[in-house]
C-alpha cells in the first residue's frame, strides 16, 4: 500500500509541524502505521509506530514527550504532531504500513523498528529545522 506524507515544511528551532499520512488505496486502520525519517547521509530511523490491534502508540526516545502520532479514521490519516523541533530533526519524514510496532535499543536508546513486512515507504515529505 503506497502512502502520501504531506506537511513538512521550514521552521525556527522550538517551532512544531503536523505532518500526514493518508493513502487512496487502503484504509489505514486496517494496518499498523510507522513514521520514520532519514536525515541527509545517515541511515532511515523509526520516529513512531501507531499498532493495530489497540492503537497502542510508540515512540523511539527522541521523539518521546515531543512528537504525538495519532489516527483521524474518517480522514482515512494518521498524524505526527512535532513539538520542540530541533535542526537535528531536519530530515524526510515518510509513512508506511506495517503488521504490527517493534522496536530495538541502539545504545541504550529505543528506536521503533519496522517488521519485515513493511510496505513501501512514501516519497516523503522534507522537514528543516533551522537553528
Known amino acids: 500500500v503506497q502512502l502520501v506524507e504531506s506537511g513538512g515544511g521550514l521552521v525556527q528551532s522550538g517551532g512544531s509541524l503536523r505532518l500526514s499520512c493518508t493513502s487512496s488505496?487502503?484504509?489505514?486502520?486496517?494496518?499498523?502505521v510507522i513514521w520514520s525519517r532519514q536525515a541527509s547521509g545517515k541511515e532511515r530511523e523509526g520516529v513512531s509506530c501507531?499498532?493495530?490491534?489497540?492503537?497502542?502508540?510508540y515512540y523511539s526516545d527522541f521523539a518521546k514527550g515531543r512528537f504525538t502520532i495519532s489516527r483521524d479514521h474518517a480522514k482515512n490519516t494518521v498524524y505526527l504532531q512535532m513539538t520542540g523541533l530541533q535542526p537535528e530533526d531536519t530530515a524526510i519524514y515518510s509513512c508506511a504500513t506495517d503488521l504490527l510496532c517493534d522496536w530495538t535499543v541502539i545504545a541504550g536508546q529505543r528506536i521503533i523498528s519496522p517488521s519485515n513486512r513493511v510496505g513501501p515507504w512514501g516519497q516523503g515529505t522534507q522537514v528543516t529545522v533551522a537553528s
Open positions: 501507531i499498532d493495530l490491534i489497540d492503537e497502542r502508540i
Open positions: 488505496e487502503a484504509k489505514l486502520t486496517e494496518y499498523a
